[in-house]
């Protein structure tokens, strides 16, 4: 199996240098057929997982893994006759850990698979002289936009065509890989192609290393974009911005005038959608050189393009995770906590991030719940209240040995404190119903307004919940047919009732006196 740079060598070395398949075999000494499969490979989507609980790599040495791992980055450092070799790893670890009882072919398992992740480069990219048709500058901008009435300061993706000056963007609430690559694919499609080099800066989210001499370690996740869609990646020296000019004056310019003043919009997917509109219609307007106006210079642009790839790209992070005690899994380094399941505490689960969603699945793909992707260093949480507030309806008597109990909002502890014990089960239920039905803000609000009338049963509840969020229509006043008589309405005598009332009193006390 190659890495992902010896695939990159052999497709650049073929559609960027013009080298046949017997060279390319020669010059990297491998058989022609494997050169001719990458070449004309299409899908560079990671292999699919399959939905069986699998063994993960060297389990065995899961609790000392860590510390290999330290060894081998610190040895990144060193010189290169000064690193640990897995016989080494394998004696430092019988001296130094507890508990290590792993034979010596694991750890150089382990050792060879790690080696290989840590140790591997990425080829290096030159600048052109000149900005040629069909070459694209990338970058991020920062602004604040209002979502549903919920102000967030987000980021928006430019993608900017120094040689015609068209320039496109996307909103997102962030700045990560999900965001990057699902931001460069609508664009892609909605131009038509793919173009053929893509300048960027040395971002983390795509630079995990840059090499002394130029070179830089790239993330497998995009060199898999990279390779699939088919585009050469130019990197700018450190600190020199400068070097893709073009993108960063049209991160000013379409701030100014596609996102002021502030946006508003409900649907991120629709604003987004607009904003490709705009793009256009800015494109009618004279180049700042040429005696043409940008549309007209792009279409040089759109020829030089690379076709768009035939099989669709997974753009989404995937990630394996266990679950903590409560049922719920952390992300960004513990500061987004997002609900699982009581069922699945303690478990193993999957992670499909996109830059909106995470979804999370259990040990075999199959989907617990969906969340809203979280963002931001403050502490925040995702929190699916049904599966618990279900599991809990089986289970009442164990609500408050839980813990489930204490992350509830106070008023629905007060509320299931007056219930009583018969009536906490299906009161529970039926919050978990109401909470399916229309959130879980309506399920609270319910039970605050049953608090203020002292309504402590299930009927009394579902009758407030549809006062509150149930259109009842109502009805026109009956019309009588005519000649039906109209009757007088009797007016109760009440204090005759209170009379006979007191005679039954006065011969009750009576009888009891002779018996």
């Given amino acids: 199996m190659l890495t992902m740079d010896q695939i990159h060598d052999i497709r650049y070395r073929y559609y960027g240098k013009g080298e046949n ?53 610190l ?39 790690r080696k290989k992740q840590i140790f591997s480069g990425a080829k290096r990219g030159f600048l052109p002289l000149e900005h040629k048709p069909g070459e694209a500058q990338v970058d991020f901008g920062t602004a604040d936009f209002y979502e549903n ?50 300048w960027f800066d040395n971002t983390k989210t795509i630079v995990t290393n840059v090499i002394r001499g130029g070179g830089r370690t790239l993330t497998e996740k995009f060199q898999r974009f990279q390779e699939h869609y088919g585009f050469q990646a130019v990197f700018m020296n450190p600190g020199e911005g400068h070097e893709k000019g073009n993108v960063e004056n049209k991160v000013g310019y379409q701030r100014r005038n596609f996102l002021v003043p502030v946006p508003h ?9 607009h904003l490709l509109d705009l793009c256009e219609e800015d494109a009618d307007r004279e180049h700042y050189r040429r005696n043409e106006t940008i549309a007209e210079l792009f279409q040089s642009d759109q020829k030089a393009l690379c076709p768009l790839p035939s099989i669709p790209f997974d753009l989404t992070r995937r990630i394996t995770l266990k679950a903590n005690k409560w049922g719920k899994v952390t992300l960004h380094k513990g500061a987004h906590e997002y609900s699982v399941s ?22 075999n793909y199959r989907d617990i719940v969906r969340h809203r992707r979280l963002y931001g260093d ?6 699916d209240w049904r599966p618990y507030l279900r599991q809990l309806s089986l289970r009442p008597r164990a609500l408050k040995y839980t813990g489930i109990y204490e992350m509830m909002p106070g008023s629905m502890q007060q509320y299931l404190e007056c219930c009583k014990r018969s009536e906490v089960g299906p009161i529970l239920k039926i919050l978990a119903e109401l909470t399916e039905s229309t959130g879980f803000d309506s399920a609270v609000s319910t039970v605050n ?67």
């Fill in 149 to 198: 009435g919920r102000r967030i300061t987000g980021k928006y993706l430019e993608v900017s065509f120094p040689y015609s000056n068209k320039g496109y963007l996307q909103l997102f609430h962030g700045e990560n890989m999900e965001c990057l690559l699902e931001g460069l694919d609508t664009i892609f499609r909605h131009i038509g192609g793919v173009p053929r080099e893509l």
């Fill in 449 to 515: 307004q049953a608090l203020q009338y002292q309504a402590t049963d299930g009927d009394s509840l579902k009758n407030l919940y549809r006062r509150l969020y149930m259109d009842v229509p109502e009805l026109p006043p009956m019309q009588l047919n005519p000649g039906i008589p109209l009757v007088q309405s009797i007016k109760p005598h009440l204090l005759a009732y209170d009379e006979f009332i007191k005679r039954r009193e006065v011969a009750a006390d009576a009888g009891s006196r002779n018996r």
């Fill in 75 to 113: 040895d990144k450092s060193a010189p290169r006759k000064q690193r640990h070799t897995a016989k080494l790893v394998h004696k430092r670890l019988n001296k130094e850990a507890l508990d290590f009882h792993c034979s010596y072919r694991l750890v150089a398992e382990y050792v060879a698979h």
């Fill in 378 to 383: 403050a502490k925040q949480q995702q929190m």
């Fill in 265 to 273: 919009f409900i649907s991120q997917a629709d604003f987004n959608r």
């Fill in 21 to 73: 398949i017997s060279q390319i075999a020669e010059a990297l000494q491998l058989d022609w057929r494997t050169v001719r499969k990458y070449i004309d490979k299409e899908d560079f989507n990671e292999p699919v997982p399959k939905p069986t609980s699998e063994k993960r790599f060297c389990p065995k040495l899961e609790p000392f893994k860590p510390i290999i791992d330290e060894w081998l980055e």
């Fill in 342 to 363: 009581p069922k699945h505490a303690e478990a193993m689960v999957h992670l499909v991030m996109s830059s909106n969603t995470v979804l999370i699945q259990d040990e």
